[in-house]
């Protein structure tokens, strides 16, 4: 595709500020929700910190040429979970998401090693487009569901009771729901949806190049105006923004980092313990691995230029795996490439590795500011959804195009883009234990045995031809 700045171009000053919070508004909401979903006193900010020091660490080892966010994995939620679980306390428990992503990390670094030896034409040869082209897609659309849920959910959020039957007995359980209206929230979204379009395709200049901050600002008024109104004629169905956040919030607070928490649990630190921890982020690894090597296959094809030979994969797994250990000694959260980052850079046109390194700094500094991460933290779902169906949809398009130029006349290539296509979007997923496989990485992994026990017969009629020529000579 073509594009408004090139990897090494760089912006005016006023327009990289601008930039950089694009793309910070584009990973934010998912790198804090990790954070919040496994909690046991996790911080948000202390992970957009290590989101943002773990990013600089991946610019360092590739070298700054590849233009790429990495932000909190949701990949390792299980492993995280299974962490705290098996630890003898919470700040033991710090101590075990930090091991663990440490173990993740030694995983990236032993693979680069083998990947720096034997170099990445295996790669092409396991996963060629017809592979590595829908399951692209898949990263995208196993999204899907995360942004249109969204679409209709607000901030505020109200305690509804629920009765349900457990051992035989009807006992309340209180969940918190969205108090807003879907249908204002959808309104909002489509605000957002549209602005975010019409800047893109029909803006001019600066407008043309920001389109997801002018959506976001659009839809957020829109949400602020609903809310505002609720507020005062007391119609909670009408609030779509928490703005009660902004009472409890300091203008300048050092994050809590995970490893003064994890010093004190140390102690608590057994050799079972290792294991348990080991046995549930290492097989992650690898299947993080695979959707690593989608990640950069899909952000080569939107910057013109092949990641994966030049810096090099190993360099950009050297870059995952060292920035996800360090980032996770801030913030807890193994660290990985982000879809909604690569979805920024292909809808914008700015592959500009400057931008990253900004975004990366502002998002480090932005960690101490509270007033700065409180706005961000308002920003309603509504609005994010409205957004994130240009990002997902973006990368599932770009992995749609990698397979423009395969023959999908043959069945071979017919039935392998089919597997990979149908286990992704109907959701399949493998447990062992406390090892999840992703729907990215069963439909990856299918498509790459249909391929290869496919391949046979293209194989054997290369055979039979060479050996028809043969006999005519």
């Not at 060629?128 to 942004?147: E, F, K, Y």
């Not at 809310?227 to 928490?242: F, R, Y």
């Not at 190993?314 to 980052?341: I, Q």
Request: proline share 3%; with cysteine.
């Amino acid at each position: 595709m073509k594009l408004t700045y090139d990897i090494k171009d760089k912006p005016k000053f006023g327009q990289l500020i601008v930039f950089a919070f694009q793309q910070l508004l584009a990973i934010l909401a998912a790198t804090i929700a990790v954070p919040s979903i496994v909690g046991n006193g996790m911080s948000q900010s202390a992970a957009l910190f290590g989101a943002g020091v773990g990013t600089i660490v991946y610019l360092l080892f590739t070298k700054f040429k590849s233009p790429v966010f990495l932000g909190s994995s949701f990949a390792f939620i299980g492993s995280m979970f299974a962490a705290f679980a098996g630890a003898a306390s919470a700040q033991a428990g710090m101590a075990g998401i930090i091991l663990g992503a440490i173990f993740a990390g030694l995983v990236y670094v032993v693979i680069a090693i083998v990947v720096k030896i034997a170099g990445v034409k295996w790669i092409d040869k396991l996963m060629p487009a017809v592979v590595i082209g829908p399951t692209v897609s898949i990263i995208g659309l196993s999204l899907a569901g995360n942004a249109i849920g969204d679409l209709t959910t607000g901030k505020v959020l109200v305690p509804v009771v629920n009765q349900v039957i457990q051992d035989g007995q009807i006992v309340e359980e209180t969940t918190m729901v969205s108090a807003a209206n879907p249908y204002i929230a959808f309104l909002c979204g489509m605000v957002t949806l549209f602005v975010v379009m019409i800047c893109s395709v029909f803006g001019k200049k600066m407008a043309k190049l920001i389109p997801f901050i002018i959506g976001i600002l659009a839809g957020y008024v829109v949400a602020a105006v609903f809310t505002v109104i609720g507020i005062k004629t007391n119609n909670v169905s009408l609030q779509i923004i928490d703005f009660s956040v902004f009472s409890d919030m300091k203008l300048f607070e050092v994050p809590d980092f995970t490893f003064l928490m994890a010093a004190k649990g140390l102690s608590a630190i057994n050799a079972k313990y290792v294991a348990t921890v080991a046995v549930a982020y290492v097989p992650v690894a690898f299947v993080v691995f695979a959707e690593h090597i989608a990640d950069h296959k899909n952000l080569s094809s939107v910057v013109n230029h092949e990641l994966l030979e030049d810096p090099g994969l190993h360099r950009t797994l050297l870059g995952d795996g060292v920035g996800s250990m360090v980032g996770a000694l801030f913030g807890g959260c193994p660290n990985t490439t982000y879809g909604e980052s690569v979805g920024c850079v292909a809808i914008t046109g700015n592959a500009s590795i400057v931008t990253i390194l900004a975004t990366a700094v502002m998002a480090i500094v932005i960690s101490f500011f509270g007033p700065f991460v409180t706005f961000l933290s308002t920003i309603p779902n509504c609005v994010m959804g409205g957004v994130c169906i240009t990002l997902y949809g973006f990368i599932a398009v770009s992995g749609l195009k990698m397979i423009q130029k395969v023959d999908l006349d043959q069945n071979k290539n017919l039935f392998v883009v089919a597997v990979i296509l149908i286990c992704g979007i109907g959701g399949l997923t493998l447990s062992f234990g406390a090892v999840t496989l992703t729907e990215v990485a069963c439909a990856l992994i299918l498509g790459i045995i249909a391929n290869v026990i496919l391949a046979r017969k293209k194989d054997e009629a290369a055979v039979e031809e060479a050996a028809v020529e043969k006999t005519a000579e």
